[in-house]
Every structure is written in structure tokens, then in C-alpha cells.
């Protein structure tokens, strides 16, 4: 193999590609995230964040919080409630359930650190490790100190639950380009 050979990438970051290319299928007007649930070093599903099944799209006016994101009736971090899109965290562990593909023991990949929802059912439906690539932080709700504490309560229940680093600078040079919207 020649210096100039490209780097294979880790399993690790192998994972993380996945869940790079499934955010690409995201149509969320906001953030979009890709997800991917690992078990034994297999991909078993992926996910994206976007609206149910024979919903229409974000960008088709499917989500209400979506089509009024120019408006001031949701600032940043409001109106969840009213937001019909599945989290692509959730939309990988249910299309494990969906096609019969157990998550026991599994691993999860996402782009984007989980939701408080997402670690509840990330938990309760026996991953027991998380790698995610962007931080997240919640906005200022009603009850700050609470959230944190049982966030870091769920959390602390994985065996694994960490900020992944991509070392490689292609693969960084990707995120990067990705995140901004160019193209590569």
C-alpha cells in the first residue's frame, strides 16, 4: 500500500458514514439527523428524522412547527409539541422492531446527541452503548436543573455514552462540508 492510500476508516467511523448518509434523506426544515443501530458489528437499521409513513414531508407542509419556522409563533426550541416528525433515533429502533431485528445489546450511532425521548426509549429498548457526533444542548425550559438530572440519570445507565471524535481529516472535512450545506 502506497503512503498516499486513502485510510480505511475504523468501525467507528465507519458507523458514523452511515449515519451521515441517512441524515442525507432527512427532510426536517430544522436539523436533520441520521441514525444507525449496530449489533455484533452489523448494521441492523437505519433512521432519519422526518414525518410518519404516507405523511407528506416537512418541506411539503406536513409538519405545522416546520411550514411556520419563519414566523414568530415557535422561536428556537418551542413548539415540540406540536412537531409530528419521529426523531431518527426513534425511526431506527422501531424499523429494527419492524423487521424483526433485535436491539438488545445493540449500539447507536446518530449525528446528533439524543433527545431526552430518544435516551428513554434508546434505553428501554436495550441499546447499551451511544456514539454521537454533534453536541446538543436542550433550550431553557420550565424545570432546567430536573431535566439535567434525569438526563444525566438515563444516560448513566449505558455502558457507553460518548461524544465520538473522527480523526481522520477526510472524514471531518465531510461533517464539516455537510453541516455547512456545500457541496463536496
Known amino acids: 500500500m502506497s503512503a498516499d492510500a486513502p485510510t480505511r476508516p475504523s468501525k ?7 449515519a451521515l448518509a441517512a441524515r442525507t434523506r432527512a427532510d426536517c426544515l430544522g436539523r436533520r439527523v441520521g441514525a444507525v443501530v449496530v449489533r455484533d458489528d452489523r448494521v441492523i437499521s437505519t433512521g432519519y428524522n422526518g414525518t410518519p409513513i404516507g405523511m407528506p414531508n416537512c418541506s411539503e407542509g406536513g409538519c405545522h412547527r416546520c411550514a411556520n419556522r419563519e414566523t414568530d409563533a415557535y422561536p428556537a426550541g418551542r413548539g415540540y409539541d406540536l412537531c409530528i416528525c419521529v426523531h431518527a433515533e426513534q425511526n431506527a429502533v422501531l424499523a429494527a422492531a419492524r423487521f424483526g431485528q433485535s436491539t438488545l445489546g445493540a449500539t447507536l450511532y446518530t449525528t446528533t446527541r439524543p433527545c431526552f425521548g430518544c435516551l428513554k426509549e434508546s434505553l428501554q429498548a436495550g441499546l447499551t452503548a451511544i456514539h454521537y457526533l454533534e453536541d446538543w444542548q436542550p ?3 420550565e424545570d432546567e436543573v430536573a431535566l439535567a438530572a434525569q438526563y444525566a440519570a438515563l444516560r448513566s445507565r449505558f455502558q457507553t455514552f460518548a461524544q465520538a471524535t473522527i480523526a481522520d481529516h477526510r472524514l471531518a472535512r465531510l461533517l464539516a462540508e455537510e453541516r455547512l450545506g456545500s457541496e463536496p
Do not use: A, D, I, K
Not at 12 to 18: A, D, R, S, T
Open 12 to 18: 467507528q467511523e465507519y458507523f458514523l458514514l452511515l
Open 139 to 141: 433550550s431553557p425550559g
